[in-house]
T-cell receptor, first 114, second 114 residues
Framework: EAGVAQSPRYKIIEKRQSVAFWCNPI?????LYWYQQILGQGPKLLIQ????????DSQLPKDRFSAERLKGVDSTLKIQPAKLEDSAVYLC????????????FGPGTRLTVL | AQSVAQPEDQVNVAEGNPLTVKCTYS??????LFWYVQYPNRGLQFLLK??????LVKGSYGFEAEFNKSQTSFHLKKPSALVSDSALYFC????????????FGKGNQVVVIP
């Protein structure tokens, strides 16, 4: 089966600019996650979708970050405006429904904010 | 909140020697534990999980992990390390009280020396 797709793979922007990342989960996976992975740290959950609804966005900096999954399939994460501390790898993951199933991760988008 | 700790930053091991990557957990209730591996410029790949049952869990690429309830540990092991095992390893626990989000440790860099 095809894996989780993400684009772009790399992005360099200047602070205060905007940026958007795209994710297409594995077909049939209802739950989609966006993580932020800062260098030297483990991934931190930003937002979780179940179909097109937000389940958990408690750790999303809502003053600058937004995400949507309008049709319950692919998703977009946006940062506007970006700060230096947003430099990180942004990972998308999806999961087949079920408490004990593992998440499948995409390759990530490496964002550098100058 | 559920959490995991990976006490070491880097693990160095000679090729052919046993490899151990340590993880301890802190949970309320039954733990659901996972190990993931991350190769450079790649997303996280699932290795194995403990949900219930046997304390010794076998996973991908010859890895296994031992669940120890009394020591609240879930150490990852491989009997004979390969150079290709050099990567970043993450332990994670599913927070069943937090929308099933995964809480990751900071990761361990494993370096297998030829």
């Amino acid at each position: 089966e095809a894996g989780v797709a993400q684009s772009p793979r790399y992005k360099i922007i200047e602070k205060r600019q905007s940026v958007a990342f795209w994710c297409n989960p594995i077909s049939g996976h209802a739950t989609l996650y966006w993580y932020q992975q800062i260098l030297g740290q483990g991934p931190k959950l930003l937002i979780q979708f179940q179909n097109n609804g937000v389940v958990d966005d408690s750790q999303l900096p809502k003053d600058r970050f937004s995400a949507e999954r309008l049709k319950g399939v692919d998703s977009t994460l946006k940062i506007q405006p970006a700060k230096l501390e947003d430099s990180a790898v942004y990972l998308c993951a999806s999961i087949l429904s079920g408490l004990h199933n593992e998440q499948f991760f995409g390759p990530g988008t490496r964002l550098t904010v100058l | 909140a559920q959490s995991v700790a990976q006490p070491e930053d880097q693990v160095n091991v000679a090729e052919g020697n046993p490899l151990t990557v340590k993880c301890t957990y802190s949970v309320s209730g039954n733990p659901y534990l996972f190990w993931y591996v991350q190769y450079p410029n790649r997303g996280l790949q699932f290795l194995l999980k403990y949900i219930t049952g046997d304390n010794l869990v076998k996973g991908s690429y010859g890895f296994e992990a031992e669940f120890n309830k009394s020591q609240t540990s879930f150490h990852l092991k491989k009997p004979s390390a390969l150079v290709s095992d050099s990567a970043l390893y993450f332990c994670a626990v599913r927070d069943i009280y937090g929308n099933n989000r995964l809480a990751f440790g900071k990761g361990n860099q494993v370096v297998v020396i030829p």
